[in-house]
């Protein structure tokens, strides 16, 4: 038999399955908590850090992902607050100067109230979100794709960078990757990368109702959770 | 290499995950590196991932994956012997031997590495060759010391 959990999300009563995160309780109850390395039914990692909310214990708020925090009785959460915006924001500007080139994140960057980037272009084509690698190894137990080395140069790749037999070709890797989508405008060469901001008119609901998934097609780009 | 060596590492130790990092040191310090060959068997023996073990002989600095040199020049550059001069250091280590850090000379003799701590602050700055300390070094000490790993080859090369 389920278990279930009261809990507080910006003030409201849910409802929640014991076991459950914070951001599947936010997901199923329509709240947008904005993620990227979210994907259902893989474990979580918490690597984007998109899903930052307050966790407030004590009186005292810590801020936290929601996605690797697990229900609890009693629990207060913040998820819209001025000071989670502003990280928020924070943390969309840098991932759309790492990886610039992809629809997914230039639509996060919107929605996460993105209005210029203040930090140079890197233009990779990864932002180590870790879905390919865990929907590899967990899904379909191939293992055939893992994170190579670590701090600056954390990359994922196949052993000894060759594909190996391990890999079966299924492509679901490539289907998650948030890279894959180019902007609507094409690809931006190195030099003029920008940050695309065109789809700021889907915002034009989002801001009026600030911590309620109004819908959005912002979220496309990578399979956000809605669709 | 012989796979008799691997296989008296890996005795005892077969069907234990959790043993990665322990066989994993003894691969290194038997054969200098940790071969993509030994990977594989470690991977069948220890019923570990292959990617996994990449993934964690790539991560750490004390594991190499390319053949090292006999002598394996570690040079410190934390904060404490970077204060203390460890800059001066690695341009005479890289000067002396050609060779950038990470990199092996042609002879296959030396090995230059960097790494972030050696957990001995309080001596710094730190060199360690092959395992062994040597505390307080200067550019002069750290000259003496591959000279007297390699006499000939530093006479040619040296200038004072």
């Not at chain 2, 220890?46 to 040199?69: D, H, T, W």
Request: hydrophobic share 35%.
């Amino acid at each position: 038999m389920l278990q279930y959990v009261n809990m507080k999300i910006d003030g409201g009563d849910f409802r929640a399955t014991k076991g459950s995160s914070v951001l599947d309780v936010a997901i199923e109850y329509g709240i947008c908590i904005p993620h990227l390395c979210h994907v259902p039914n893989l474990s979580e990692i918490g690597a984007c850090r998109l899903c930052i909310v307050e966790h407030v214990v004590n009186g005292r708020s810590k801020v936290t992902t929601s996605c690797t925090l697990l229900v609890k009785e009693g629990m207060v959460i913040r998820s819209n607050t001025e000071k989670i915006k502003k990280l928020r924001r924070n943390i969309a500007e840098l991932l759309v100067a790492q990886a610039p080139n992809s629809r997914a994140i230039q639509d996060i960057a919107v929605r996460c109230g993105v209005k210029e980037v203040r930090y140079p272009f890197r233009n990779e084509n990864c932002v180590l979100c870790g879905r390919c690698v865990r929907v590899c190894s967990e899904l379909f137990g191939a293992k055939a794709i893992g994170f190579v080395g670590r701090g600056k140069d954390r990359r994922v790749e196949p052993p000894f960078g060759v594909l190996s037999d391990l890999c079966k070709h299924c492509g679901t890797c490539i289907d998650l990757c948030p890279m894959t989508f180019n902007p609507c405008e094409g690809y931006m060469k190195s030099g003029e990368e920008h940050l695309c901001g065109k789809c700021e008119s889907q915002m034009l609901l989002a801001d009026n109702l600030p911590e309620s998934c109004v819908w959005c097609e912002l979220g496309e780009g990578f399979q956000c959770s809605r669709y | 290499m012989s796979p008799e060596l691997l296989d008296s590492i890996l005795e005892g130790r077969r069907s234990q995950p959790h043993q990665l990092i322990e066989v994993l040191h003894d691969v290194q310090e038997h054969y200098g590196y940790i071969s993509e060959d030994a990977m594989k068997t470690i991977s069948n023996d220890l019923g570990v991932p292959l990617i996994e073990i990449y993934g964690v002989a790539s991560f750490y600095k004390a594991f190499s994956l390319k053949p090292r040199g006999k002598n394996v020049i570690t040079m410190c550059t934390g904060t404490a012997c970077h204060v203390r001069g460890a800059k001066p250091l690695l341009n005479q280590a890289t000067s002396q031997l050609g060779v950038q850090p990470g990199e092996t000379t042609q002879d296959g003799l030396f090995t230059i590495e960097k790494v972030n701590c050696l957990g001995a602050c309080a001596f710094g700055p730190i060199v360690t060759e092959n395992g062994d300390y040597h505390h307080d070094m200067s550019p002069g000490k750290l000259r003496k010391l591959i000279k007297s790993l390699h006499p000939t080859r530093t006479e040619e090369t040296s200038h004072d």
